[in-house]
Nanobody, 126 residues
Framework: QVQLVESGGGSVQAGGSLRLSCAASGITYSRYCMGWFRRAPGKQREGVAAIDSDGSTVYADSVKGRFTISKDNAKNTLYLQMNSLKPEDTAMYYC????????????????????WGQGTQVTVSS
């Protein structure tokens, strides 16, 4: 049974930082593409960042230079370091996993990943 469990969300002021974590179980973690997605109230879900099994990464334009995705294969854990947070970053953040057969990480943010966590709320106040 695949489980993805996010943690690290919270409330911060604009300009602050948070680090999200996602603990994965039930998958061969090192062989999967892992991603972070978010959904703000009244908006569609959007891809934030993804990291492939070889460590290649992709970011949404809106977070480039502010967010960093990383993973620890030994701990089966995915991270999202979020700096210089803005009120528009306020959303529920979800961790996701997918083998991405036949696709590259550059295409990952537009893919419907197969496995999802329950989400962790991030609220940024101005």
């Amino acid at each position: 049974q695949v489980q993805l469990v996010e943690s690290g969300g919270g409330s911060v002021q604009a300009g602050g930082s948070l680090r999200l974590s996602c603990a994965a179980s039930g998958i061969t973690y090192s062989r999967y593409c892992m991603g972070w997605f978010r959904r703000a109230p009244g908006k569609q879900r959007e891809g934030v960042a993804a990291i492939d099994s070889d460590g290649s990464t992709v970011y949404a334009d809106s977070v480039k230079g502010r967010f960093t995705i990383s993973k620890d294969n030994a701990k089966n854990t995915l991270y999202l370091q979020m700096n210089s947070l803005k009120p528009e970053d306020t959303a529920m953040y979800y961790c996701a996993a997918d083998p991405l057969f036949g696709l590259t990480v550059s295409e990952a943010l537009g893919v419907a990943f197969g496995y999802w966590g329950q989400g962790t709320q991030v609220t940024v106040s101005s």
